[in-house]
Every structure is written in C-alpha cells, then in structure tokens.
C-alpha cells in the first residue's frame, strides 16, 4: 500500500517514536505466512481510508525483520504478538491490539 511505511531498521522506529510527539503512528507487525495476519491485513486495507491521514502508518514484516519486532516490544513495553497494532501518541502507546480485534475503525478512535 502507497501509504505505508516500511519498518526495517532500528534507526526508524526510534524516530518513529519521536515523530508521535507531533502525529500519531501505526505499527502493523505483519507475519506474512499467517492467514490470521492476511485477514487482518485484508481489513486494514478495505477500511484505510478511516485512518489515512491522521497518522503515519508503518508495516513491519516480522518474518523478515524479527529484531525489529522484538525492539518495538522491548523498548515500548508490549507483549509480542502478531498480527498486531500499536499506536503511539507523545511517545507513550495508547492503543494496542492483535489478531481478529484488528479493526481500522477502532483504530481511527485512538487517534
């Protein structure tokens, strides 16, 4: 998706972090063989248009990038899960939630 931003470095979640202090962001942790994970996919992209714009959206193929993964847990206090979505405003997660809970509306609620 065009509005996603690939998470594949440490260097850019970090800065994601920062740049919640001035807009929203959304981590989609993706496990790429999961039909869960495609499902959930699957709905934030029927639904993106609820959340485009209000936040800067970062897609994270935990399969290909699993110390990545396991930074955003460590370093923001959530459980590993996947698929997962956390959202973060002034540095601190506000929202998090995984599997079939995905859901973009309740997504654009947190923002």
């Not at 929203?24 to 029927?46: E, M, N, R, V």
């Not at 959202?87 to 995905?102: E, F, G, M, N, Q």
Request: glycine share 4%; proline share 4%; charged share 20%.
């Amino acid at each position: 998706m065009h509005q996603w931003n690939t998470l594949t470095e440490k260097e850019a979640f970090y800065t994601l972090v920062e740049d919640s202090a001035e807009k929203p962001q959304i981590i989609f942790k993706d496990s790429t063989t999961c039909g869960i994970s495609a499902h959930a996919k699957y709905k934030l992209q029927s639904g993106f248009e609820q959340i485009a714009g209000k936040a800067a959206f970062h897609y994270l193929d935990l399969q290909a990038f699993r110390p990545i993964s396991n930074l955003i847990a460590q370093e923001l206090k959530v459980t590993h899960q996947s698929p997962q979505i956390i959202v973060l405003k002034d540095k601190k997660v506000v929202y998090t939630t995984s599997h079939h809970a995905i859901d973009p509306g309740a997504i654009a609620r947190h923002l």
